[in-house]
């Protein structure tokens, strides 16, 4: 993504380990999910299987060392990175680029 608009969220310190909170910017629902070495992501918070805004009360995890979250539905689980499923069906979760800056966290739309 080419030169995203940045939206401040909340305070890096907002957020607990390995649990996802929910962002509303500008009408639309962002999952943001803080991992261990305070790593955060960024994803839509709308599950792309039932289109149900569940995303951030899925499962963080790792998988081979891959941050991971499972939707709380039908348990697909996507690559936090990229968005791509990693259980063998075609449905994508969107990611968006986020960044921390003076303890703030920052999502690029």
């Known amino acids: 993504m080419a030169n995203p608009n940045w939206h401040e969220i909340c305070e890096l310190s907002d957020l607990e380990v390995d649990w996802g909170e929910v962002a509303l910017v500008d009408g639309e629902q962002y999952a943001i999910f803080k991992t261990p070495g305070d790593r955060v992501f960024a994803t839509d918070h ?3 299987n039932s289109g149900s805004l569940v995303i951030a009360r899925g499962i963080v995890g790792s998988k081979a060392g891959t941050p991971t979250i499972a939707s709380p ?20 979760l969107p990611t968006y680029p986020v960044k921390v800056e003076d303890g703030k966290i920052y999502l690029g739309l």
């Not at 990693?86 to 449905?91: A, I």
Request: proline fraction near 4%; hydrophobic fraction near 15%.
């Open 46 to 48: 709308r599950d792309p």
């Open 73 to 92: 539905l039908y348990k697909e689980v996507y690559n936090l990175e990229t968005g791509e499923q990693l259980n063998g069906s075609d449905y994508k």
